[in-house]
């Protein structure tokens, strides 16, 4: 099983910064990808930004050169900066975790991280 426990949400206004963590814990062998989607009121669950394990990432088009993702292997956790934020991204952030655990392929989401930005 894998357990993933996010951190950093809150509130900030417009043009602020916060930073959200995620750990992935549990009988591990291997990480495909970890990653954050967020989901605003009244919409669908949308991806924010992804990296794989061998560090290449993507991004949404509306965080790109804002939002920056990475991720301590030691540790199996992930980052995500958040620069300039805009009213526009608050939702609820959550993170992704898919690969193996310990031999079965398996997809897990986080409980979800609040962020508000306030104009």
């Known amino acids: 099983q894998v357990q993933l426990e996010e951190s950093g949400g809150g509130l900030v206004q417009d043009g602020g910064s916060l930073r959200l963590s995620c750990a992935a814990s549990?009988?591990?062998?291997?990480?495909?990808?970890m990653g954050w989607y967020r989901q605003a009121p009244g919409k669908q669950r949308e991806l924010v930004a992804v990296?794989?394990?061998?560090?290449?990432?993507n991004y949404a088009d509306p965080v790109k050169g804002r939002f920056t993702i990475s991720r301590n292997n030691a540790k199996n956790t992930v980052y995500l900066q958040m620069n300039s934020l805009k009213p526009e991204d608050t939702a609820v952030y959550y993170c992704?975790?898919?690969?193996?655990?310990?031999?079965?392929?398996?997809?897990?989401w986080g409980q979800g991280a609040l962020v508000t930005v306030s104009s």
């Open positions: 549990g009988s591990i062998s291997s990480i495909n990808a």
């Open positions: 992704n975790f898919q690969g193996r655990a310990p031999l079965v392929y398996r997809e897990v």
């Open positions: 990296i794989t394990s061998g560090g290449s990432t």
